[in-house]
Nanobody, 116 residues
Framework: QVQLVETGGGLVQPGGSLRLSCAASGSIFSIYAMGWYRQAPGKQRELVAGITTGGRTNYVDSVKGRFTISRDNAMHTVDLQMNSLKAEDTGVYYC??????????WGQGTQVTVSS
């Protein structure tokens, strides 16, 4: 069973930055497209950024120009650099498969809170 572990969340002020990291057992990130998902309080989980095995990226409109997703196949990680954070970015961030109907079991996620 593949394990997904998200780290890097925390409490930041509006306009601040955070860098999230997703790690998985094995070398699955070199094989599958991966994405970052966000679940805001009281809302459904949504895809915010995705990256293919070839490095092609896609972002939800609300984070374009502020977030950057990247992958390091050798280190088996998928990262999310978040700049110019807003209160609306608050939520629990998860990583999982992208462009697939079949996902791995969800990890615990990492909490991101943007507040002054």
């Amino acid at each position: 069973q593949v394990q997904l572990v998200e780290t890097g969340g925390g409490l930041v002020q509006p306009g601040g930055s955070l860098r999230l990291s997703c790690a998985a057992s094995g070398s699955i990130f070199s094989i599958y497209a991966m994405g970052w998902y966000r679940q805001a309080p009281g809302k459904q989980r949504e895809l915010v950024a995705g990256i293919t095995t070839g490095g092609r990226t896609n972002y939800v409109d609300s984070v374009k120009g502020r977030f950057t997703i990247s992958r390091d196949n050798a280190m088996h990680t998928v990262d999310l650099q978040m700049n110019s954070l807003k209160a609306e970015d608050t939520g629990v961030y998860y990583c999982n498969r992208y462009l697939s109907d079949v996902n791995y079991p969800w990890g615990q996620g990492t909490q991101v809170t943007v507040s002054s």
